[in-house]
């Protein structure tokens, strides 16, 4: 009689336990296998460092030209209201027509902003208001293509491939964040350095242009009325209002970003605190993003998702707060990245969780819902920085809006138990 197969026993030695968790801890790329997301990703990543090399010249151009960290947080007023407005509306029209040509659209639109602020920048018309005009209709096609480039996602991804594939993007957008603002002050440091800052993001942004070009038709999948309208928005907002989990998400972000977003104080800070480095201000969340999105493997296997964001929410908020106590650079830093870790870990749950809790029928309009407050609260944010810095100085601008948004998402996380006890279903 023949004897069994013998079943090679497994290899439990540390040194293998230790890899397999390394393994399961590193970022989750199954989501590149799919073509359409590959060219998808490429395309924002790319342009993103390029947008991030602008976002980082305008307010020092701002700063520059004014003098004051007001005007500086006044560039977040500016692209405000185009935001809310074509955010919400550009939602409703994701959910009525094709997503990949009003992404290629309003992108297209975006380039054409940018180019103008390089002819501005080589004319040398030092004008704030025309930054100001510029910014607000830059803000209304990035309203728009965010909104139907999130709809895109949860159609070309399998639903328990979204974590991961927003990790991915979050991470490729945090590099930009990093690398942009380093080549931005080293840009605007040479002659004609506005011009080349807006000269290189026109560039970086034409690969945005292409990838849009080669997505696939994604056709809207919803009934009923042909043209997209304010009751579609409407429709949308009451559906967020009926359910604790989505509100709660966006009022975590909103308390985030418009209490405890110190991006516009950073010129002034370097300036008069650090004398010097802007460039590792503006670049430190990002680092501290891209070395959790690293280890992200984790993210996915996370369920209890509204007692992750609530927990991250309040990390950012704690680190943000010390940051603007301390007057040494590299400390300053090193808790700025540790917000940032905090950031994405909350990131990936505010969007994962839209994306696969909504209908596809409503995924447009929730997009772009989520596009006006993940895009609005730091421009309303620095409006709100900029605004408190002028009047009672920097450290009490940067920490103290910081301490209150500890406060307030400590309340609403006691308060609103369905999200505190939100579990995902993927």
Request: proline content about 4%.
């Amino acid at each position: 009689m023949a004897s069994p197969a013998r079943v090679p026993e497994r290899d439990s030695s540390p040194k293998t336990r230790l890899l397999g968790r390394l393994r399961g801890a590193a970022l989750d790329t199954r989501p590149l296998r799919i073509r359409a997301y590959r060219r998808l990703l490429s395309g924002q990543a790319l342009s993103f460092l390029g947008t991030q090399v602008t976002e980082v010249a305008v307010p020092m151009q701002v700063y520059h030209l004014s003098g004051s960290s007001l005007y500086v947080g006044l560039t977040g007023l500016a692209g405000f209201v185009p935001l809310v407005f074509f955010g919400l509306y550009g939602g409703a029209i994701a959910d009525r027509v094709d997503r990949r040509m009003l992404h290629l659209w309003a992108s297209a639109v975006i380039w054409v902003v940018t180019v103008g602020l390089l002819a501005q920048a080589l004319l040398g018309i030092g004008s704030v208001e025309l930054l100001f005009g510029l910014l607000a209709v830059q803000s209304a096609g990035f309203a728009i293509s965010s909104a139907a480039r999130g709809a895109i996602i949860p159609r070309i991804v399998p639903t328990e491939l979204v974590p991961a594939a927003n990790t991915l993007n979050f991470t490729a957008g945090n590099i930009g964040q990093i690398a942009g603002p380093l080549i931005a002050g080293a840009l605007t440091g040479l002659p004609h350095g506005f011009a080349l800052a807006y000269g290189t993001d026109a560039v970086l942004f034409t690969a945005l242009l292409y990838a849009a070009i080669r997505l696939p038709t994604i056709p809207a999948t919803g009934t009923g009325e042909r043209r997209a309208g304010m009751r579609m928005v409407w429709e949308g907002l009451r559906f967020i209002g009926r359910y604790p989990v989505l509100w709660m998400s966006f009022a975590v972000d909103i308390a985030a970003m418009v209490l405890a977003m110190p991006t516009a104080l950073f010129p002034e800070a370097a300036a008069v605190r650090f004398h010097g480095g802007a460039g590792l201000l503006y670049s430190a969340i990002a680092i501290g993003a891209i070395v959790v999105g690293v280890f992200s493997g984790w993210l996915g296997r996370i369920r209890r998702q509204g007692r992750a964001l609530t927990l991250a929410v309040l990390a950012w908020a704690a680190a943000i707060a010390i940051a603007g106590m301390v007057h040494q650079l590299w400390i300053a830093v090193l808790l700025l990245c540790c917000a940032g870790a905090a950031d994405l870990v909350s990131s990936v749950y505010r969007q994962t969780i839209l994306q696969t809790f909504a209908p596809d029928r409503m995924r447009g309009r929730l997009q772009g819902v989520f596009t006006v407050v993940v895009a609005g609260g730091p421009r309303l944010g620095d409006l709100r920085a900029g605004a408190m810095a002028s009047a009672t100085g920097l450290t009490f601008a940067w920490s103290g809006g910081a301490v209150l948004c500890l406060i307030l998402v400590l309340l609403a996380a006691v308060a609103v138990r369905p999200f505190w006890r939100f579990t995902a279903s993927t």
